[in-house]
């Protein structure tokens, strides 16, 4: 096992960091962190789930403790990639952080598009509950780091306030170690928005595995077993394979089609990308002087968001020749703003 690394030697290349950190950067794009994406640590069960998981596979052993109050669910893990999603957009954007974060639950809510009724505030805090409740004994790889450890998905989670309707307003969440070292060390990937328009918890978790595994790759293959065991699904081996091909009919993912193969074989494929990356002809990387006046343009947005937005726009418009990525770029953020 190779030894853990100081966290200062992350935190060095970062600016120093506060006692908290104000989640306040509107339409960030959502990210995910990328050891969760590949194990199964959430629960995809409806009910609450009390087993006691066991996961191993390529040398990863993973166990994940339930409270009384049953298992972390995959619906639960948005709090987690809504916090995950404002500190990298911070980071990008060279401000300091901190693994206390202070949220409006309103814009929680909203961002990963769930009910902003009395119901959906009392189920965000059952969600913090099972959160940090639930405890992970794992030597899953964080950067550059190994280590066997244990810990609960959140360390501690407050209601700060009130409101007279008894609606939580502010909320403070103290994000565990292991899971603030992966947003230094940058061990994220981006999510489509339109995960969390995903319902079913197998269909949230089918996507993850591809998110990790299929990328920017035409295919991945991976078959139904290997498929089950990643996945964390409680399903016999018949009903999970029917459930996928249930999915396979639906094609209800975002970013990635499946297809059943011979030999119990699923592919899943990669959707046209309108998203070009660095390696394809399109607009020029954006210096920093574009990213400072964008900024100055729509204080407290994700400038690299909106950036990524930008390319898709540009791509799904027909990859007009740009006489200015500059010009350009900015002239979208004023009609984004506008709307």
């Given at each position: 096992?190779?030894?853990?690394?100081?966290?200062?030697?992350?935190?060095?290349?970062?600016?120093?960091q506060?006692d908290?950190?104000?989640?306040?950067?509107?339409?960030?794009?959502?990210?995910?962190?990328?050891?969760?994406?590949?194990?199964p640590?959430?629960?995809?069960?409806?009910?609450?789930?009390?087993?006691?998981?066991?996961?191993?596979?390529?040398?990863?052993?993973?166990t994940?403790?339930?409270?009384?109050?049953?298992?972390?669910?995959?619906?639960?893990?948005?709090?987690?990639?809504?916090?995950?999603?404002q500190?990298?957009?911070?980071?990008?954007?060279?401000?300091?952080?901190?693994?206390?974060?202070?949220?409006?639950?309103?814009?929680?809510?909203?961002?990963?598009s769930?009910?902003?009724?009395?119901?959906?505030?009392?189920?965000?805090?059952?969600a913090?509950?099972?959160?940090?409740?639930?405890?992970?004994?794992?030597?899953i790889?964080?950067?550059?780091?190994?280590?066997?450890?244990?810990?609960?998905?959140?360390?501690?989670?407050?209601?700060?306030?009130?409101s007279?309707?008894?609606?939580?307003?502010?909320?403070?969440?103290?994000?565990?170690?292991?899971?603030?070292?992966?947003?230094?060390?940058?061990?994220?990937?981006t999510?489509?928005?339109?995960?969390?328009?995903?319902?079913?918890?197998?269909e949230?978790?089918?996507?993850?595995?591809?998110?990790?595994?299929?990328?920017?790759?035409?295919?991945?293959?991976?078959?139904v077993?290997?498929?089950?065991?990643?996945?964390?699904?409680?399903?016999?081996?018949?009903?999970?394979?029917?459930?996928?091909?249930?999915?396979?009919?639906?094609?209800?993912?975002?970013?990635?089609?499946?297809?059943?193969?011979?030999?119990?074989?699923?592919?899943?494929?990669?959707?046209?990308?309108?998203?070009?990356?660095?390696?394809?002809?399109?607009?020029?990387?954006?210096?920093?002087?574009?990213?400072?006046?964008?900024?100055?343009?729509?204080?407290?947005?994700?400038?690299?968001?909106?950036e990524?937005?930008?390319?898709?726009?540009?791509?799904?418009?027909?990859?007009?020749?740009?006489?200015?990525?500059?010009?350009?770029?900015?002239?979208?953020?004023?009609?984004?703003?506008?709307?």
């Open positions: 096992m190779r030894a853990m690394q100081p966290a200062t030697k992350v935190e060095r290349t970062l600016p120093l506060g908290f950190f104000l989640c306040d950067i509107f339409n960030a794009m959502p990210k995910d962190d990328m050891s969760t994406m590949e194990h640590v959430f629960s995809l069960a409806t009910r609450p789930d009390l087993r006691i998981l066991h996961y191993q596979h390529n040398g990863t052993e993973i994940v403790t339930p409270s009384v109050r049953g298992l972390a669910t995959i619906h639960d893990k948005d709090i987690l990639i809504y916090c995950v999603s500190l990298m957009a911070a980071v990008n954007g060279g401000r300091a952080v901190a693994r206390r974060l202070q949220l409006t639950a309103h814009d929680l809510l909203a961002a990963t769930r009910e902003t009724s009395g119901d959906g505030y009392a189920r965000l805090r059952d913090f509950e099972r959160l940090a409740g639930t405890r992970i004994t794992t030597n790889v964080t950067g550059e780091a190994e280590v066997t450890r244990g810990f609960g998905l959140i360390e501690a989670w407050q209601i700060e306030r009130r007279r309707g008894g609606r939580m307003i502010s909320v403070s969440v103290t994000l565990s170690d292991w899971l603030y070292q992966a947003v230094l060390a940058k061990s994220v990937l999510l489509s928005r339109d995960y969390f328009q995903l319902r079913k918890p197998l949230r978790r089918i996507y993850e595995l591809a998110r990790k595994h299929c990328g920017r790759q035409d295919q991945w293959r991976i078959s077993d290997v498929l089950l065991k990643k996945s964390g699904s409680a399903s016999p081996r018949r009903v999970f394979r029917a459930m996928l091909r249930q999915m396979i009919a639906a094609d209800p993912l975002p970013d990635y089609s499946l297809a059943e193969e011979p030999g119990d074989i699923i592919c899943f494929s990669a959707r046209a990308v309108v998203d070009p990356s660095p390696g394809l002809p399109g607009p020029a990387p954006l210096d920093a002087d574009t990213l400072a006046a964008a900024r100055a343009l729509a204080p407290g947005w994700d400038v690299y968001a909106l990524a937005d930008w390319r898709g726009y540009w791509a799904a418009s027909g990859r007009p020749r740009l006489r200015s990525a500059h010009a350009a770029f900015l002239g979208y953020v004023r009609v984004r703003l506008a709307r």
